[in-house]
């Protein structure tokens, strides 16, 4: 009974550890800080279904947006003020890692 209820346990801990929120997380490894950021969020790469501000997020830092969406592309500046962009990058797993060679400088 008690590695029933022991069983039990184990696996709403490990429900609860499921992602609930949407919530996708971007790492900048880009090698660029980024000014005046914004996270894109799509289902389909022939239109955008919405977008959050971000702000800055420099170098090995991380920044987040609430979304269902299978395809996240961010926009920035950089401390020159010219444009950086990503390609889109799969959000479905919820971690999104940018480096230099997925931007489309």
Do not use: H, P
Request: net charge negative.
């Amino acid at each position: 009974m008690k590695k029933s209820i022991l069983l039990a346990l184990t696996a709403i801990i490990f429900a609860g550890c499921s992602k609930e929120n949407n919530e996708v997380v971007v790492t900048n490894l880009s090698g660029y800080d980024w000014y005046d950021t914004q996270l894109w969020y799509t289902n389909n790469k022939d239109a955008m279904e919405g977008y959050s501000e971000v702000g800055n997020v420099y170098i090995g830092e991380t920044c987040s947006v609430e979304t269902d969406c299978r395809y996240i592309v961010v926009s920035a500046k950089d401390k020159r003020g010219n444009l950086i962009m990503s390609d889109y990058m799969d959000a479905t797993n919820g971690i999104v890692k940018v480096d230099r060679d997925d931007l489309l400088r």
